[in-house]
């Protein structure tokens, strides 16, 4: 009796599973069923053949005809990758228009539809790229409703723009609304890209993966040789909840043992995962695997072979930034100097990463519009400033090698020096000595700090500096004309020995050429007039801006003041202004006129004012500068010396004293706080921020 009850139960049991079996068989792949089309795996319930797929909105053509390797679509859309936990990647196009000087050149409008599969809103971004564009998708959802989103993306210059931002500086993103099923995406532009098109000449309009996209500046130029761009899809089966699913036994497609049901994040229909602790396709019997000792060396060696596929990736990328910033036009110059005089040297990723504690937040010493200054520490203990710049002009890399040469051969005791340059990442990094005690305008226009500045101390940072830029004009291998003298670019170190800084704007004169023709850059407030109206660029303008930087000196005013009235703005125009009627000493400041040393204030005053005249032709050389300086300070250090000779000398040399109506600065009078720049700079920084410690 007991033994005929077990024979039925087992019975039973056999005809339970092999009637589950049968069930089963409704809704499995048949055997040979194509597995891959070209290099893309394709897992069940999808398929490309009757009989191995789940149910008509899991079809796909595998195009082997046009495309080798063979390419897989759903509907007219290309597909690039599934994955059984819901999701599906597609390759989708963007709109664009194009414009140049004269108008419109093209533009074109992209749509996407697939009504069975969602757009993901948790994985993808509408994305707008331009200087000048206004991008905007318009769609349907799931259940019928419509939608519309866009942005907008506006810039005047590259300078603005940074890497990685998509912020609404030459890119903007939004989210996708969730359980949309298709969109249509135009762009337009406000005005045409006008005075923008060099670098930004067309404007783009996409839905886009949001882990796959990461805005550079070179999009701004360069995104229309994409083919496409990759979106993320969300599937699932059928319109049922897992709950109502399991009710009908015959359709539940979680076959697996081992797997679960989720319902999907977009309201409509479920997906399956294999249960915790096993992996495989869910939708297949018997396919959830428990994790196993060889599962876990395939891991280990699967993390090992992508971590040295990223260590090579990353190589060839430093390589092809050392390329690509003229890394082996700079070897070739190192070894044709090599022997005669220290000159840079080239620092490795590492290096500087290293001295930075990995560009740490607390080493930031100063930030600008086109870059970041950091404190680091050499291997050797070295101190040094390493500026990090935004961006580069891939078109006179010769030009910024030939500078970093020419600075780093520099042996000034007041120019900060050089000490060389990583060529390894997209923007060169270039390192230099370290100044501890912060910039002149700091020490001139901090309360606290000019109190310590007595007249020896100005006038000694005075012909410090005017030597400098005599030995840059005359003395250098190859002429050079600073262009950004302020006192920002001024640092004093501890003994409050003066350092001129910052060559980001610099130009190396050929020895043949008197003056150059130069799109405008310098800071407003030290430009010198002449050379803003006419861009040519001669000696005499850093001569303008050091006029510029006396009076800084003598009165403790700004350059740029929005504090004085409009008419006395310009600290060039005030002084000048203030000279001519007799109101001198009322506007020089009261720590060095308390010293008692008015002859010697009204002779800088004078050398200033000389400075300052509108036509470069009747300003002094900064050797003659330098020279009357030098021999002020003789003067204040040793007054019983005779300096006749020298005084003579300089007579002869200076021009003739400027007209009472020769001088009219007017024309810069708004301080944007800025400075406009273009070409390859090796520090493009105008606008650091030097802290109490140096740079």
């Known amino acids: 009796m007991a033994l005929r009850e077990m024979l039925v139960q087992l019975i039973t049991l056999l005809i ?69 936990d819901g999701h599906m990647r597609v390759a989708s196009n963007f709109a664009q228009d194009c414009f140049n000087k004269s108008g419109l050149l093209f533009e074109k409008s992209t749509n996407f539809s697939l009504s069975n599969f969602v757009i993901s809103s948790t994985r993808n971004k509408f994305t707008a790229v331009g200087c000048d564009t206004i991008g905007v998708a318009v769609g349907e959802g799931s259940e019928g409703q419509n939608y519309a989103i866009g942005c907008i993306s506006y810039c005047n210059r590259i300078e603005s723009v940074d890497n990685g931002s998509c912020s609404g500086f030459g890119c903007c993103q939004t989210s996708m609304p969730q359980g949309a099923t298709d969109f249509t995406v135009v762009v337009g532009s406000t005005w045409n890209h006008t005075n923008i098109s060099d670098f930004n000449p067309c404007g783009y309009a996409f839905v886009v993966e949001e882990d796959y996209f990461n805005f550079s500046t070179l999009d701004l130029k360069d995104f229309q040789n994409r083919e496409n761009v990759p979106m993320v899809l969300d599937w699932a089966i059928g319109n049922e909840t897992c709950e109502d699913a399991k009710k009908n036994s015959s359709s539940y497609a979680c076959r697996a043992v081992n797997s679960d049901c989720y319902n999907s994040p977009n309201g409509l229909g479920y997906f399956c995962n294999c249960s915790r602790g096993y992996q495989g396709n869910p939708y297949l019997i018997d396919d959830c695997q428990g994790l196993s000792i060889s599962l876990l060396v395939l891991v280990v060696g699967s993390s090992w072979i992508y971590w040295i596929v990223k260590k090579r990736k990353h190589m060839k990328l430093k390589e092809k930034f050392f390329q690509q910033n003229g890394g082996l036009m700079f070897q070739q110059q190192l070894s044709r100097h090599e022997g005669s005089i220290e000159i840079a040297k080239i620092f490795t990723i590492e290096d500087l990463k290293k001295a930075t504690n990995n560009y740490d937040e607390s080493r930031v010493i100063g930030r600008g519009g086109f870059g970041t200054v950091y404190k680091g520490v050499l291997l050797d203990n070295r101190v040094v400033a390493i500026k990090k710049s935004k961006i580069s002009d891939q078109n006179q890399i010769e030009q910024f090698i030939n500078e970093v040469i020419v600075l780093s051969q520099i042996n000034h005791r007041n120019v900060v020096k050089l000490l060389g340059c990583c060529l390894e990442t997209e923007v060169p990094l270039l390192v230099y000595e370290f100044i501890t005690n912060g ?74 050429q008197a003056q150059l023709t130069t799109l405008v850059q310098g800071t407003f407030g030290y430009l010198d007039p002449e050379y803003f109206h006419s861009s040519q660029l001669t000696e005499k303008s850093d001569v303008y801006s050091f006029g510029v930087l006396l009076a800084e000196l003598l009165t403790g005013e700004k350059a740029l003041s929005f504090v004085r009235p409009e008419k006395d703005r310009n600290l060039a125009t005030y002084f000048d202004s203030s000279m001519e009627e007799g109101r001198l000493f009322q506007i020089l400041d009261h720590r060095p006129v308390n010293e008692g040393k008015l002859e010697q204030l009204k002779e800088v005053a004078e050398l200033a004012r000389r400075c300052l005249r509108v036509k470069g032709e009747e300003r002094p050389t900064m050797k003659e500068v330098a020279m009357e300086l030098e021999g002020l300070r003789v003067m204040e250090k040793h007054p019983w010396v005779n300096v006749n000779l020298y005084l003579e000398e300089t007579e002869l040399l200076l021009a003739k004293t400027v007209p009472s109506d020769g001088y009219n600065n007017g024309t810069i ?26 740079r």
């Not at 499995?28 to 290099?39: A, D, I, K, L, V």
């Not at 004309?481 to 130009?507: C, E, P, Q």
């Open 16 to 84: 339970s599973i092999l009637l589950a079996r049968a069930i089963a068989a409704t809704s499995q792949p048949e055997p040979g069923c194509p597995t891959s089309c070209g290099n893309l795996s394709i897992p069940f319930p999808f398929g490309t053949s009757d009989g191995c797929y789940l149910d008509d909105s899991f079809f796909l053509t595998c195009n082997d005809t046009q495309y080798n390797p063979p390419r897989t679509f759903a509907g007219d859309e290309q597909v690039l990758d599934i994955s059984v």
């Open 439 to 512: 910039t002149l305008s700091y020490h001139i226009h901090n309360e606290g700090r000019a109190t310590l500045l007595s007249w020896e101390m100005r006038l000694k940072i005075a012909a410090e500096t005017a030597g400098a830029i005599a030995y840059l004009h005359s003395a250098a291998s190859m002429p050079i004309i600073h262009r950004d003298i302020k006192s920002t670019n001024i640092l004093l170190d501890d003994n409050y020995t003066t350092k001129v800084a910052d060559f980001g704007a610099s130009k190396l004169i050929p020895v043949d």
């Open 669 to 694: 009078s708004v301080d944007n706080g800025c400075s406009s720049s273009t070409g390859y700079d090796s520090m493009k920084n105008q606008g650091i921020v030097s802290l109490n410690d140096g």
